[in-house]
């Protein structure tokens, strides 16, 4: 049976989630840091922003962010935790949306996601997003990987969330998301399928397969 990843979903997942303490636990996912620290800072939106950390961690690098996801109680968290946790609270605009029908103001310097699922099509999400970078611009997508034997995953931004494995809709491959960025559009500098390490909530260790994708829109 397919998951509706709608609003209804998503409340419930980080309700039962649990969170970090104001403050604490936001760290934002390293292939942000890996892809993005090399930018000049510009206009960011971080499409399905979960509990902040991203959202923060561009703020503090200079970036003027958007963080938009469809559950208040994420965004109710990352609000409160960035408020401590932010050298520059002013820089981001927590935006209640639902991004498989909301449309932005205008374009970014940088688009990015982390594993986010909203009500549609894994790929077409990717590629309505792309939509929203400007000219010049950067994409930076992280989902999760798919394999024939998925390894445990970031659900949200924990790994935890869907279960073991993550849903098949919602796994990907580098090659599925950019072969819908077209070459004369796109410029495509990251394609990977990373696997790390790391130790969720619960103390147990868990090894994440995921999908790397940054691309530049051509100007």
């Given at each position: ?165 993550p849903p098949e809709e919602v ?38 397969g995921d999908v790397v994708v ?6």
């Amino acid at each position: 049976m397919t998951q509706a990843f709608d609003r209804d979903y998503w409340e419930s997942h980080w309700r039962q989630a649990g969170g970090h303490p104001p403050g604490r636990g936001m760290v934002p996912n390293p292939y942000l840091v890996r892809e993005i620290s090399s930018l000049a800072p510009g206009t960011a939106l971080d499409a399905g922003c979960g509990e902040g950390a991203e959202a923060v961690w561009l703020a503090d690098e200079g970036w003027q962010v958007t963080a938009a996801d469809v559950s208040t109680e994420a965004l109710s968290r990352a609000s409160e935790r960035a408020a401590s946790a932010c050298g520059a609270p002013e820089r981001v605009r927590w935006v209640e949306a639902d991004l498989s029908v909301w449309e932005p103001d205008g374009q970014f310097d940088l688009v990015t996601t982390h594993y986010a699922h909203p009500a549609m099509p894994q790929l077409a999400f990717y590629q309505r997003i792309s939509g929203w970078v400007a000219p010049g611009g950067t994409l930076l997508i992280v989902g999760h990987v798919q394999t024939s034997e998925t390894p445990e995953h970031q659900g949200g931004h924990e790994p935890q969330g869907h279960g073991h494995n993550p849903p098949e809709e919602v796994s990907v491959t580098a090659a599925s998301i950019t072969v819908g960025l077209e070459a004369s559009q796109w410029v495509i500098g990251t394609a990977d399928e990373p696997i790390r390490t790391l130790t969720d909530r619960a103390g147990r260790t868990v090894r994440l397969g995921d999908v790397v994708v940054r691309a530049t829109r051509r100007r």
